[in-house]
């Protein structure tokens, strides 16, 4: 689950973190009563959406596509110019190397206090998969993209792996100060801050804290400017605070719905809707569709006990994307029954009055129950053995691939 | 024979009175896995009904291993409280006979907690962990076998090939694609969707290379991390055995998980047409779709003169 820069800035100030002054705004007026207050000439107005590359981001009217502004965080020297800003960002579309062509509105904004900058670095802590301990990965190449920087001078990233039971050590924090070429006062400070910092990514069960750019200031303080916190999902049962903080206009309203029903669904852009158990199965459904000359519109993990009404949830969550022509299921029983498969595909299609072609595969527990009530079902139908024939079948019924 | 597992090994189940290991237990028991008895704490001195057999349940594992000399453990804990069972698993394996095989079965668990759990586990020699999010391990006999976890039994058999898995119906699929060509199974492995599990590909890789009754092997992977990159690196160097493989998610798109809470591709990294490019180079014969595996298996096999 990700949060906006505004709410990670709030956690970090709540844990004693060095952040700057800011306000969280939606409006205009708020943007410019938050420039009074904030009392600093110089400011930072940023756009708040959940996709990195803002400030090199285009912003479009969503209405008529006219280009509105370049960059989607803009320094403003007075208050005219927070104005101008604040009135180009908000309902407006900014589109990053992140967010795809279809950009995201901006509804919300941080107005931040400027600060003095003599250097920019790269932050970030993450779970590292192989060596099954969380990592610390930090570059005196700030600002940039990270994936650059691993790509051109591998060699300036510099990494440490933190025992969880432990912590970053006084050892650890004061070598990667060192590392990063900090000393005296800003050694000191990105000690305490580290280690503070790691205790938060603990605490909250955090998926990544990633700071581009934390920033050393010309009095030689470190100074988090940038905050992208994500949660892992499975631990927001122990962090009500952290869920509060979830901003569903960011999200796809379909995934939240099809979460809420124990359904995994990703929105996809082809046209054949897929229902599978088993999220490999369901990735491998995909690739085999797109072998075959077609383009899969969603992800659909339907679990490993579904029940009829879940797939029927299923088929309704698959019709509502107006691209999807045609429905390959695919099921491998295990847990899960055939017959019970069956049934729930035919209560959805006579339900919700399908009329897209209709492909089935049933392997597994019960899969001859499963395959004789779709024949006696009088519904048009395709029952198929493989995969394989299964994707052939929807790329043809729907006419070729797009 | 087969890997880590005997045919008729003990089996302990973690949770064994709630909804899941009671029905899991059940299906297990039925197909001739040698289940001895489950752990709920506060529920002691109960029996488990599985239908085919009544078994005791203990308060504790140290109690339930000292009874009964379990050789494993299969965990349907809530998420919440799984990786404290596994941790206790570990504990009382290695306090009452030094060895054991915990089977996590549990979807859903805290990253976080997986790391305290599987650096508490790797501490101690002699015990195994499998998954979290698995289908679990199975070792099929001649008249069943030892099941251990959710998979369908009926769809196994006895044989050569060796199985390993992250994804859960994947493994079944490639399990019926060795049926296809009449060819049996010694371990079939499902180490999970999880970003942060136990055993991994290397781990099964090398005890399927050191086992007898084991020929080939057909590994499934998926994208996200490295771990596939891994494996096939360690084959080219060390396995003598055919491999062949699939990994699934040649279509998922950057930043979306894709169900497995591992399965994402992020920064650029974990991409399938990465894996598979590292496991042809190789040696590691990849099927385009889970629909060839038996083929291309059929393939290694001739190849080695084993058919």
């Keep these: ?402 | 024979m087969g890997i880590w597992i005997e045919e008729d090994a003990k089996i302990l189940v973690q949770g064994i009175t709630g909804k899941q290991g009671t029905f899991h237990a059940t299906k297990s028991a039925e197909f001739g896995a040698n289940v001895v008895g489950g752990v709920t704490p506060g529920k002691g001195g109960q029996t488990a009904d599985l239908g085919v057999i009544q078994v005791p349940v203990w308060n504790t594992m140290t109690e339930a291993i000292s009874e009964t000399d379990a050789d494993a453990s299969v965990i349907y804990v809530p998420p919440r409280f799984a990786s404290a069972a596994i941790i206790e698993a570990a504990d009382a394996f290695k306090s009452v006979k030094g060895t054991g095989v915990i089977v996590c079965i549990t979807e859903g668990i805290p990253t976080l907690d997986m790391v305290k759990a599987t650096a508490h586990v790797r501490g101690i020699e002699g015990v195994r962990l499998i998954g979290p999010n698995c289908p679990g391990i199975i070792t099929p006999s001649e008249t069943g076998g030892a099941k251990i976890g959710i998979m369908p039994g009926s769809i196994h058999a006895k044989g050569r090939i060796g199985v390993v898995s992250k994804s859960g119906t994947l493994t079944y699929e490639a399990v019926a694609q060795t049926m296809s060509i009449d060819e049996g199974q010694s371990t079939c492995v499902g180490i999970g969707g999880d970003p942060v599990n136990g055993t991994g590909f290397i781990d099964c890789l090398s005890a399927f290379e050191a086992d007898e009754q084991t020929v080939a092997v057909v590994m499934i992977g998926e994208i996200g991390g490295t771990a596939e990159e891994e494996a096939a690196a360690w084959v080219a160097e060390n396995m003598s055995k055919p491999v062949v493989g699939f990994v699934a998610g040649m279509t998922a798109p950057p930043g979306k998980r894709m169900g497995h809470a591992g399965a994402i591709i992020s920064g650029g990294k974990g991409t399938a047409s990465e894996k598979v490019a590292a496991m042809e180079a190789a040696g590691i014969r990849c099927a385009n779709d889970p629909s060839e595996i038996g083929a291309v298996l059929l393939k290694s096999l001739q190849d080695a003169g084993l058919r």
């Design chain 1, 1 to 402: 689950m990700n949060i906006h820069e505004y709410q990670g800035k709030g956690l970090f100030r709540d844990a004693g973190l060095p952040v700057v002054a800011g306000v969280h705004c939606t409006t205009v007026e708020q943007a410019l009563s938050a420039y009074d207050d904030l009392a600093s000439k110089i400011v930072a107005v940023k756009s708040q959406i959940h996709a990195g590359g803002r400030g090199k981001g285009v912003l479009y009217d969503p209405e008529t596509g006219a280009e509105v502004m370049q960059g989607g965080v803009k320094i403003a020297f007075n208050r005219d110019e927070v104005e101008t800003y604040a009135t180009n960002l908000l309902g407006n579309k900014l589109v990053t190397k992140q967010t795809g062509e279809a950009g995201k509105i901006v509804n919300n904004l941080y107005i931040e206090s400027g600060c003095a900058i003599a250097h920019e670095y790269y932050l970030a802590i993450l779970v590292d998969r192989e060596e099954k301990m969380p990592l610390i990965m930090a570059s005196t190449e700030g600002g940039m993209d990270i994936e650059e920087v691993a790509e051109s001078t591998p060699e300036a990233i510099h990494k440490i792996h933190i025992d969880i039971n432990v912590g970053v050590t006084d050892a650890q924090a004061v070598d990667l100060a060192s590392a990063l070429g900090l000393d005296g006062s800003a050694s000191d400070s990105f000690v305490t801050m580290i280690q503070g910092l790691f205790s938060l990514f603990v605490e909250k069960d955090c998926a990544m804290v990633e700071i581009n750019p934390l920033v050393r200031t010309e009095g030689n303080e470190m100074v988090l400017l940038d905050a992208k916190v994500s949660f892992d999902e499975n631990a927001l049962f122990r962090h009500p605070d952290i869920v509060e903080l979830r901003d569903l206009s960011e999200e796809e309203g379909t995934e939240i719905r099809a979460k809420e029903a124990g359904l995994s669904y990703v929105k996809l852009d082809g046209n054949i809707g897929c229902l599978v158990n088993g999220a490999g199965l369901a990735m491998a459904t995909m690739d085999v569709i797109k072998l075959y000359g077609g383009e899969p519109a969603n992800f659909l993990d339907v679990g490993g006990g579904a029940d009829e009404q879940q797939v029927e949830t299923a088929f309704s969550i698959i019709m509502e994307d107006p691209n999807v022509k045609g429905i390959l299921v695919n099921i491998f029983g295990g847990i899960m029954r055939c017959d019970i498969i069956a049934r729930g595909v035919i209560a959805a299609t006579e339900a919700l009055g399908l009329e897209d072609p209709l492909v089935v595969r049933l392997v597994g527990t019960n899969f001859e129950k499963g395959r004789t009530i779709l024949a006696a079902s009088g519904l048009n139908i395709h029952t198929v053995e493989t995969l394989a024939e299964g994707a052939e079948k929807i790329v043809s019924l729907i006419g070729g691939g797009q």
